[in-house]
């Protein structure tokens, strides 16, 4: 498993621009696929985006598609989710994950297609 450290969540007003980081330990970020999932205050966590270790190929969430990229600085071994245009909706507590498997390139994924967890970052959005 990889220890996964988070940071960068806040307060923000909707409409505005946050970035998570995400900083495997003892890993690079280029030998492993690493995504984000968030949960909602009362409901499940969900896929965001993911990254794949192989070719670097990038997945979203529909609900996410034009507003969030996801990357990775391998120079800096740190891997973001910039977040634009936020909205109330996107509040949640979100998770940095990663794998060493490479990913199919599905257009979403599951909790259990990862095997490391961060320890969730808290992303309010407000009106």
């Known amino acids: 498993q990889v220890q996964l450290v988070e940071s960068g969540g806040g307060l923000v007003q909707a409409g505005n621009s946050l970035r998570l980081s995400c900083v495997p330990s003892?890993?690079?970020?280029?030998?492993?696929?690493m995504g984000w999932f968030r949960q909602p205050p009362g409901k499940e966590r969900e896929f965001v985006a993911a990254i794949s270790r192989l070719g670097g190929v990038e997945n979203y969430a529909a609900s996410v598609k034009g507003r969030f990229t996801i990357s990775r600085d391998r120079a800096k071994n740190t891997q973001y989710l910039q977040m634009n245009s936020l909205k109330p909706e996107d509040t949640a507590v979100y998770f940095c994950?990663?794998?060493?498997?490479?990913?199919?390139?599905?257009?979403?994924?599951?909790?259990?297609?990862?095997?490391?967890w961060g320890q969730g970052t808290q992303v309010t959005v407000s009106s």
């Open positions: 003892g890993r690079s970020v280029s030998g492993i696929s």
């Open positions: 994950a990663a794998t060493t498997q490479n990913l199919a390139g599905r257009a979403t994924y599951r909790s259990t297609d990862f095997a490391s």
